[in-house]
Nanobody, 128 residues
Framework: VQLQASGGGLVQAGGSLRLSCTAP????????IAWFRQAPGKEREGVSC????????EYAASVKGRFTISRDNDKNTVYLDMNSLIPGDTAVYYC??????????????????????WGQGTQVTVSS
């Protein structure tokens, strides 16, 4: 299964976007979900993580206080609310899943390798 990320777009600095992650026909209920992003010429980096029941979250230092991750298991959707966007947030954003109950493994580089089911991602462009 490939996770589908959507909601990206072009926004001015200081603006907001809400990204959504879904998996039509596949339940995300039993997976920890993470958002990653990749800017041109840069390595993919972890942005945020949310556990199966949403009681454990993690944020990259660069987005903490500006981004909020949440999930609605009834809608089989994970969200990333992005506020106070800056040009440095420009990237393709992907969501991925891991068969873990919480974000413990996400917090290590080797653990983030457990995340998969990558889709095409959604482009976020922040203009100055």
């Amino acid at each position: 299964v490939q996770l589908q990320a959507s909601g990206g777009g072009l926004v001015q600095a200081g603006g907001s976007l809400r990204l959504s992650c879904t998996a039509p026909g596949f339940s995300l209920d039993y997976y920890t979900i993470a958002w990653f992003r990749q800017a041109p010429g840069k390595e993919r980096e972890g942005v945020s993580c949310i556990s199966i029941i949403g009681d454990d979250t993690e944020y990259a230092a660069s987005v903490k206080g500006r981004f909020t991750i949440s999930r609605d298991n009834d809608k089989n959707t994970v969200y990333l609310d992005m506020n106070s966007l800056i040009p440095g947030d420009t990237a393709v954003y992907y969501c991925a899943k891991a068969a873990h109950s919480n974000c413990h493994f996400y917090r290590s580089r080797s653990g983030r390798a457990d995340f998969g089911s990558w889709g095409q991602g959604t482009q976020v462009t922040v203009s100055s």
